[in-house]
């Protein structure tokens, strides 16, 4: 069971143009996590991706309503319907939290998995990605299988 609970896998990193406090992703490759970067607006997936579990990290300086707007578009460049996105954004400088709220909602509907405001613990950040690689399906590690498939009764 421990296994399951610190389980750590391959992310791919997204930073924004220009992003000026990226994430230190060698404290995450500490934690076990295998990074690949592509460029903002890049569509290609390294050659050196591997069918273990995975994420897409996107961070981003501030919100981008036309960047949130093209998550089906970045999904279907990349074919990565299932892969399961985490939005790190920049800390917003609105001043009424309900904004803040309305554009974590609008990227939560957009396609977007996670989102996470800046500032960030370290903490936090590694526990939302094990949780979603947790819930990424794979070919070496699905969710269901014939032998344990649940029985739905009649």
Same mark, same amino acid.
């Given at each position: 069971m421990t296994q399951a609970l610190y389980m750590s896998g391959n992310i791919l990193y997204v930073p924004a143009r220009n992003l000026r406090n990226p994430i230190q992703t060698e404290f995450l490759a500490a934690e076990g996590f295998v990074f690949y970067q592509i460029r903002h607006g890049e569509e290609k997936v &390294?050659?050196?991706w591997s069918s273990e579990p995975y994420v897409i990290l996107l961070e981003m300086e501030a919100f981008d309503p036309e960047f949130i707007r093209n998550v089906p578009q970045f999904r *279907? *460049?990349?074919? *990565?319907?299932?892969? &399961?996105?985490?939005a790190l954004v920049g800390p917003t400088r609105l001043p009424l939290p309900q904004e803040a709220i309305r554009q974590e909602a609008e990227a939560l509907d957009s396609g977007i998995d996670a989102y996470l405001q800046k500032p960030i613990s370290f903490t936090?950040?590694? *526990?939302?990605? =094990?949780?979603?690689? =947790?819930r990424t399906p794979t070919p070496s590690n699905p969710l269901y299988s014939c032998q344990h498939a649940p029985t739905i009764p009649r």
């Amino acid at each position: 069971m421990t296994q399951a609970l610190y389980m750590s896998g391959n992310i791919l990193y997204v930073p924004a143009r220009n992003l000026r406090n990226p994430i230190q992703t060698e404290f995450l490759a500490a934690e076990g996590f295998v990074f690949y970067q592509i460029r903002h607006g890049e569509e290609k997936v &390294p050659e050196q991706w591997s069918s273990e579990p995975y994420v897409i990290l996107l961070e981003m300086e501030a919100f981008d309503p036309e960047f949130i707007r093209n998550v089906p578009q970045f999904r *279907a *460049a990349l074919g *990565a319907y299932r892969i &399961p996105i985490l939005a790190l954004v920049g800390p917003t400088r609105l001043p009424l939290p309900q904004e803040a709220i309305r554009q974590e909602a609008e990227a939560l509907d957009s396609g977007i998995d996670a989102y996470l405001q800046k500032p960030i613990s370290f903490t936090r950040l590694v *526990a939302r990605l =094990r949780v979603l690689l =947790r819930r990424t399906p794979t070919p070496s590690n699905p969710l269901y299988s014939c032998q344990h498939a649940p029985t739905i009764p009649r």
